[in-house]
């Protein structure tokens, strides 16, 4: 069974930084997408960015362009959240998720992480 498991969320101080991890296993993610999306309380769940297992293409949401950038090793099969020059506004749940390339574009991937938060204070 795929298993996601975040790690890396924390308390930091506006304009710093935190590094998110995601750690996928239980199956070949070879021609997935996987990717991080957040949850602000009293908020809906929001896309923050995705990028494709095999050609690393990335996309990402116009609020975070510029400050995040999402990467993976193949070799760890892990998916990482570089968050730069964070606001108060990105305090948030953040959740790892994997799966085809077109439930992603529909915001709706098949597996998820438990999440991790990331509170910014200001």
């Known amino acids: 069974q795929v298993q996601l498991v975040e790690s890396g969320g924390g308390l930091v101080q506006a304009g710093g930084s935190l590094r998110l991890s995601c750690a996928a296993s239980g199956r070949s993610f070879s021609g997935y997408t996987m990717g991080w999306f957040r949850q602000a309380p009293g908020k809906e769940r929001e896309f923050v960015g995705s990028i494709s297992w095999v050609l690393g293409t990335t996309y990402y949401a116009d609020s975070v362009k510029g400050r995040f950038t999402i990467s993976r090793d193949h070799a760890k099969t892990t998916v990482y959240l570089q968050m730069n020059s964070l606001k108060p506004e990105d305090t948030a749940v953040y959740y790892c998720?994997?799966?085809?390339?077109?439930?992603?574009?529909?915001?709706?991937?098949?597996?998820w992480g438990q999440g991790t938060q990331v509170t910014v204070s200001s």
């Open positions: 998720a994997a799966g085809l390339g077109i439930d992603f574009q529909a915001r709706r991937p098949g597996y």
